[in-house]
């Protein structure tokens, strides 16, 4: 929302306030007016986007929240038009854009739907799908898409400052996107790993993990070669314990068996589950 919000700002600031601003045909109070719409819509802009881009119950009241705010964006974008040309036609569809607005906000209070808005939607796998990365390159982009048409249309009036700053600003926000990706993503590779190696009843490691260790132990002995020592243990009536307590206390077993063993081992020992017992 950040980074998209950033693009969308600076184009806003360069093709639309920034003229207002300094056109010194308008007078003061008609060009503060029409700055300050602008910039309340960069605002408004900004929780539209946030609201699109965040996970939660997406009811009829919700939708009718979202359109309304866009159609307030819209209808004040129109009303720039409409300073800038004076047209009269964009006067009345920017009332009848607010008026529709304004409409759906009610409607929105009054549907059903409006008590789930504030609960949280259901956690979703971290997932960067092909539309959120053509999202995130278009609005990465903006800003020396600004710069390069200033340069064609004007190139001697360059807003460099503006530009300047919001490609810092995205480029910032990029990175650190990629980089709470990446943290993801590395700590579910971790637990993913972890997971693996690891038998769930016991916390012990499994037999993969097994496996993967007395293989670097074997080719690992050194020079003269050191002894390898290899222990199974096994547990007495392991079935008729079971089929007498059941398998809840079957399992209790083995766990206590294991975290006992455990406090036997040396730095350098491991302890597995080879098999079931």
Same mark, same amino acid.
């Given at each position: 929302?950040?980074?998209?919000?950033? =693009?969308?700002?600076?184009?806003?600031?360069?093709?639309?306030?920034?003229?207002?601003?300094g056109?010194?045909e308008?007078?003061?109070?008609?060009?503060?007016?029409?700055?300050?719409?602008?910039a309340?819509?960069?605002?408004?802009?900004?929780?539209?986007i946030?609201l699109?881009?965040?996970?939660g119950?997406?009811?009829?009241?919700?939708?009718?929240?979202a359109a309304?705010?866009a159609g307030?964006?819209?209808?004040?974008?129109?009303?720039?038009a409409?300073?800038?040309?004076?047209?009269?036609?964009?006067s009345?569809?920017?009332?009848?854009?607010?008026m529709?607005?304004?409409?759906?906000?009610?409607v929105a209070?009054?549907?059903p739907?409006?008590?789930?808005?504030t609960?949280?939607?259901?956690?979703?796998?971290?997932?960067?799908?092909?539309?959120?990365?053509?999202?995130?390159?278009?609005?990465?982009?903006l800003?020396?898409?600004?710069?390069?048409?200033?340069?064609l249309t004007?190139?001697?009036s360059i807003?460099?400052?503006?530009?300047?700053? =919001?490609?810092?600003?995205?480029?910032?926000?990029?990175v650190?996107r990629?980089a709470?990706?990446m943290a993801?993503v590395?700590?579910?590779?971790?637990?993913?790993?972890?997971?693996a190696?690891?038998?769930?009843?016991?916390?012990?490691?499994?037999?993969?993990?097994?496996d993967?260790?007395?293989?670097?132990?074997?080719a690992d002995t050194?020079?003269?070669?050191?002894s390898v020592?290899l222990?199974?243990?096994?547990?007495d009536?392991?079935?008729?314990?079971?089929?007498?307590?059941?398998?809840?206390?079957?399992?209790?077993?083995?766990r206590?068996?294991?975290?006992?063993?455990?406090?036997?081992?040396r730095?350098?020992?491991?302890?597995?589950?080879?098999?079931?017992e």
């Amino acid at each position: 929302a950040g980074i998209i919000s950033t =693009g969308l700002t600076l184009l806003a600031w360069v093709y639309v306030v920034q003229p207002l601003a300094g056109d010194a045909e308008l007078p003061l109070v008609e060009r503060v007016v029409s700055v300050a719409y602008p910039a309340g819509d960069v605002a408004l802009l900004v929780i539209v986007i946030r609201l699109l881009t965040t996970r939660g119950n997406r009811g009829a009241s919700y939708w009718l929240l979202a359109a309304a705010m866009a159609g307030v964006l819209l209808a004040d974008i129109v009303f720039t038009a409409m300073v800038t040309t004076q047209s009269g036609y964009a006067s009345h569809l920017a009332d009848l854009l607010w008026m529709g607005s304004y409409l759906a906000v009610a409607v929105a209070a009054w549907h059903p739907s409006v008590g789930g808005l504030t609960r949280r939607g259901t956690r979703e796998p971290l997932r960067l799908t092909g539309a959120r990365l053509t999202v995130l390159a278009v609005a990465s982009l903006l800003a020396p898409l600004a710069l390069l048409h200033q340069g064609l249309t004007r190139p001697h009036s360059i807003d460099w400052a503006p530009i300047g700053l =919001g490609a810092v600003t995205l480029f910032i926000l990029v990175v650190a996107r990629m980089a709470d990706l990446m943290a993801k993503v590395q700590q579910q590779s971790a637990q993913l790993e972890a997971t693996a190696h690891t038998d769930v009843l016991t916390g012990v490691a499994n037999r993969r993990a097994w496996d993967t260790h007395l293989d670097q132990v074997l080719a690992d002995t050194g020079i003269p070669p050191r002894s390898v020592t290899l222990v199974m243990i096994d547990l007495d009536h392991f079935k008729r314990f079971n089929d007498r307590f059941g398998h809840l206390a079957g399992d209790e077993l083995l766990r206590e068996a294991c975290q006992a063993w455990r406090t036997q081992l040396r730095g350098g020992d491991l302890l597995a589950r080879y098999g079931g017992e």
